[in-house]
């Protein structure tokens, strides 16, 4: 796809939203189903992904981590921002790799620490790049992907989450 054919795929999406705002407002959903022993299948629209408990907090390994599942997330929306960015600015990706790396420190997931957080304590996101951009192209190309990568936003913004049980009785 080149740039032309992605505005053209893409103006009357923006002229539509321009018209009607709330027409640009589109729920995601996830379901999992718990499972057997300490998992949680997810079925992801391609396949289920079926998540445990990582090994440093007594899973066997076998089964996805969600920390992983998480990076992977990052990794796709990433990629895919980043090859859209480059398409529109016109910048021909030859070939790429995206990486994201984060650090855990497990002795707030097993409550041994109440000082230490739970959660990612830094995510690192990098890309490597084969492509026909000089060194300013490729800091805008940076700026726009971090800018419009859901996942990475998401992150960053720290989006609230409202969690509830609702009982199924």
């Known amino acids: 796809m080149n740039s032309e054919e992605l505005r053209s795929i ?20 996830a379901e999992g189903k718990i499972g057997e022993g300490i998992s949680c299948k997810v079925e992801t629209g391609r396949a289920i992904s ?12 076998s089964l996805a981590c969600s920390g992983d599942l998480l ?11 980043l ?17 994201a790396e984060g650090d855990l420190d497990f002795k707030g997931t097993l409550a041994v620490s109440k ?22 192209q490729q800091k ?5 992907t971090e800018r419009y990568c859901v996942v990475l936003q998401t992150i960053t913004a720290a989006t609230p989450v409202n969690s509830e049980i609702i009982n199924s009785r």
């Open 10 to 29: 893409q103006a009357p999406l923006k002229e539509k939203y321009r018209n009607e705002p709330d027409s640009a407002v589109v729920t995601l959903q």
């Open 50 to 61: 079926e998540a445990g408990l990582h090994p440093a907090t007594g899973g066997d390994g």
């Open 71 to 81: 990076l992977e997330a990052l990794v796709s929306c990433a990629g895919v921002t």
């Open 83 to 99: 090859s859209s960015v480059a398409t529109a600015i016109g910048i021909e990706l030859k070939n790429g790799t995206v990486k």
């Open 115 to 136: 000082e230490v957080p739970v959660g990612f304590r830094n995510i690192c996101l990098s890309f490597e790049l084969d492509c026909d951009a000089d060194e300013e």
């Open 140 to 144: 805008t190309l940076l700026k726009l």
